[in-house]
């Protein structure tokens, strides 16, 4: 079992820029997809972004697609999400996730998540 803590969230204005971290312990991170998800009030969670075990494949969402970025480091244990150029519409409680194997788009996909932070995009 792996678990998540995710941190980095606030208020920030429009065309700001925030990086999101998500901490995991308890198993061999490298041995897991890591993927960034998110959910804002009144809507279904969606994915934002997935990254392969070592880094090298990365998959977005055509909303952040330009603007965000995943990177991880597994010395660290830890999956970035640097997050430029803020939209308001981007404003919703960021989730990290964690899957063995290959990265997936597909929530359902993942087994551990993290609590979430919040991101608030001011206009």
């Known amino acids: 079992q792996v678990q998540l803590v995710e941190s980095g969230g606030g208020l920030v204005q429009a065309g700001g820029s925030l990086r999101l971290s998500c901490a995991a312990s308890?198993?061999?991170?490298?041995?897991?997809?890591m993927g960034w998800f998110r959910q804002a009030p009144g809507k279904e969670r969606e994915f934002v972004a997935t990254?392969?075990?070592?880094?090298?494949?990365?998959a977005y969402a055509d909303s952040v697609k330009g603007r965000f970025t995943i990177s991880r480091d597994n010395a660290k244990n830890t999956v970035y999400l640097q997050m430029n150029s803020l939209k308001p519409e981007d404003t919703a409680v960021y989730y990290c996730?964690?899957?063995?194997?290959?990265?997936?788009?597909?929530?359902?996909?993942?087994?551990?998540w993290g609590q979430g932070t919040q991101v608030t995009v001011s206009s």
């Open positions: 996730a964690a899957r063995v194997a290959a990265p997936s788009t597909w929530d359902r996909d993942y087994g551990y």
């Open positions: 990254i392969s075990l070592s880094g090298s494949s990365t």
């Open positions: 308890g198993r061999t991170f490298s041995n897991y997809a």
